[in-house]
């Protein structure tokens, strides 16, 4: 059974970093291209970046730096890094994955997605 796995998320003051994780039991990892998203309550969830299966990546335009993506293909391991947390950060946090090349920021696109962790950020 695939599963997707994130951790790393939390309660934080604004102004701190954190660095999300997500971990999948996929065969070939490699081979899939990998996403993370969000949502917060009464919004539609939102595209943050991609990274393919190259190691190339792509950033929504609300990112501003703050924000990398960046995978280990011999751990299976997603990262995302955030820096300078802003309370409208504040959502649960969404790892995808489709096997193949893409860079799309659409949720659509992805097939395999994991349960989610919380990130909370306070003023």
């Known amino acids: 059974q695939v599963q997707l796995v994130e951790s790393g998320g939390g309660s934080v003051q604004a102004g701190e970093s954190l660095r999300l994780s997500c971990t999948a039991s996929l065969y070939n990892y490699r081979t899939y291209s990998l996403g993370w998203f969000r949502q917060a309550p009464g919004q539609e969830r939102e595209g943050i970046a991609t990274?393919?299966?190259?190691?190339?990546?792509r950033y929504a335009d609300f990112v501003e730096g703050r924000f990398t993506i960046s995978r280990d293909n011999a751990k299976n391991t997603l990262y995302l890094q955030i820096n300078s947390l802003k309370p409208e950060d504040t959502a649960m946090y969404y790892c995808a994955a489709i096997r193949g090349w893409s860079n799309a920021l659409v949720q659509g696109n992805y097939n395999l997605w994991g349960q989610g962790t919380q990130v909370t950020v306070s003023s």
């Open positions: 990274i393919d299966t190259y190691g190339s990546t």
